[in-house]
């Protein structure tokens, strides 16, 4: 069956109504199904549109083809992480710098768990794309414009390699399938890292430099 035409790029609509939320939230749920029932192998977009309750024109309205649903859904889980990130950010003179660091190590690690095929799925579609940076940009800038005891102001070289260290660490625990994802273990390992880079780059004779 031919495919219906599409909507110029530069004239999909943009969700402003509840309705039109609700549709794109919709299209985006049914994607995350398809992904974790049968892999990026199963999703089209009138498998999209079917799961969705929507007609193919109305996916079309939002959405090009099912790499801009793929992107779209790689934002929706790094804006909920971020959210995370954000709540831990939060002043708390009580914690140590060590469960702070804990905290956003494991805010990131909620963004993997759960739906691991799916989400190993749209890790595969946004590398395809040439979009690494979708995966890791938004925490780097993060990191940048967040302070605490446990972050300190890092230069933008510091930034770069800390949150490429453990989002890469993370992103491949993803691609490989490892079991461990979900284990305290992967958590502290994490955890180790950050704190060692953090302590060695904030040490006196690293600032002297």
Same mark, same amino acid.
């Given at each position: ?24 939230? #919709? !299209? $985006?749920? %049914?994607? +995350?199904?398809?992904?974790? /029932?049968?892999? &990026?192998?199963? @999703?089209?977009?009138? *498998? ?19 790499? #801009? !649903? $793929?992107? %779209?859904? +790689?934002?929706?889980?790094? /804006?909920?992480? &971020?959210?995370? @990130?954000?709540?831990? *950010? ?30 190993? /799925?749209?890790?595969?579609?946004? @590398? ?82």
């Amino acid at each position: 069956m031919a495919r219906p035409a599409q909507v110029p790029a530069n004239k999909r609509r943009i969700p402003r109504q509840a309705r039109a939320a609700e549709t794109v939230e #919709a !299209i $985006l749920e %049914a994607t +995350a199904q398809i992904l974790e /029932a049968g892999g &990026l192998a199963a @999703l089209t977009t009138n *498998a999209v549109a079917a799961r969705a309750g929507v007609s193919i024109g109305t996916l079309y309205q939002y959405f090009d083809d099912k790499n #801009a !649903i $793929l992107l %779209a859904l +790689a934002r929706r889980e790094m /804006a909920a992480t &971020l959210g995370r @990130l954000a709540r831990e *950010a939060l002043p708390a003179a009580e914690r140590s710098p060590e469960d702070r660091v804990r905290a956003a190590v494991r805010a990131t690690l909620d963004a993997f768990r759960g739906r691991m095929r799916a989400r190993k /799925a749209v890790v595969q579609a946004i @590398l395809a794309q040439g979009l690494a940076v979708e995966l890791v940009g938004p925490v780097a800038s993060f990191m940048a414009g967040h302070r605490s005891a446990a972050m300190p102001n890092l230069t933008r070289e510091q930034v770069f390699v800390l949150s490429r260290a453990l989002m890469g660490t993370i992103r491949a625990a993803v691609m490989e399938e490892q079991p461990f994802l979900r284990s305290a273990a992967f958590e502290d390992e994490l955890v180790r890292l950050a704190l060692a880079y953090l302590g060695a780059v904030t040490a006196p004779s690293a600032a002297a430099r």
